[in-house]
Antibody, heavy 112, light 107 residues
């Protein structure tokens, strides 16, 4: 069974960089595509970024090039960096396997 | 960017009833359409991908249909755990977008 666990700082100050990690167990990270999504408080779902099994990346243009997705095969983790955060980036962030399950999510609050 | 619409916004039904949820796309996504269920406080759960293929472990009371721009999710007989919000998502064209959701609540 594939399990995904997001981890992050919980609280980030405006203008700083948000760094999130998704630890994958039960599957080799290099065998699948991976995504990051987010859900703003009380709102719907937004796709952020995608990395393929061959390390091709794809980003939501609404984030204005503020985001980077990467994988670390040595630790079986998928990472997301979101630069220059604002209050509008406060959300629950989820990682997901392409066409598969999602992690439980991690709440990130942007506040000074 | 492809815009997805969902109707109705809220569907009020009783356990045992049939639920029919619609998802429309601003342009064709072929069969690159998924349905998710989200219960309060939980992560979304993949129900259907490829417009009509049930994900692993999804009961057969969930059925997806459609292609192109019009899609339907049918829940044949609502169980208590089915009362939740349902989202459609297209993954045929980046950015991969979601519909606003349909809430299925207890009548």
């Amino acid at each position: 069974q594939v399990r995904l666990q997001e981890s992050g700082p919980g609280l980030v100050k405006p203008s700083e960089t948000l760094s999130l990690t998704c630890t994958v167990s039960g599957a080799s990270i290099s065998s699948y595509d991976w995504h990051w999504f987010r859900q703003l408080p009380g709102k719907g779902l937004e796709w952020i970024a995608h990395i393929s099994y061959s390390a091709t990346t794809d980003y939501n243009p609404s984030l204005n090039s503020r985001v980077t997705i990467s994988v670390d095969t040595s630790t079986n983790q998928v990472s997301l960096k979101l630069y220059s955060v604002t209050n509008a980036d406060t959300a629950v962030y989820y990682c997901a396997r392409g066409g598969g399950g999602w992690g439980q999510g991690t709440l990130v609050t942007v506040s000074s | 960017e492809i815009v997805l619409t969902q109707s109705p916004g809220t569907l009020s039904l009783s356990p045992g009833e049939r639920a029919t949820l619609s998802c429309g796309s601003s342009q064709s996504v072929s069969s690159y359409l998924a349905w998710y269920q989200q219960r309060p406080g939980q992560a979304p759960r993949l129900l259907i991908y490829g417009a009509s293929t049930r994900a692993t472990g999804i009961p057969d009371r969930f059925r997806g249909s459609g292609s192109g721009t019009d899609f339907i999710l049918t829940i044949s007989r609502l169980e208590p755990e089915d009362f939740a919000v349902y989202y459609c998502q297209q993954y045929g064209s980046s950015p991969y977008t979601f519909g606003p959701g349909t809430k299925v609540d207890v009548k």
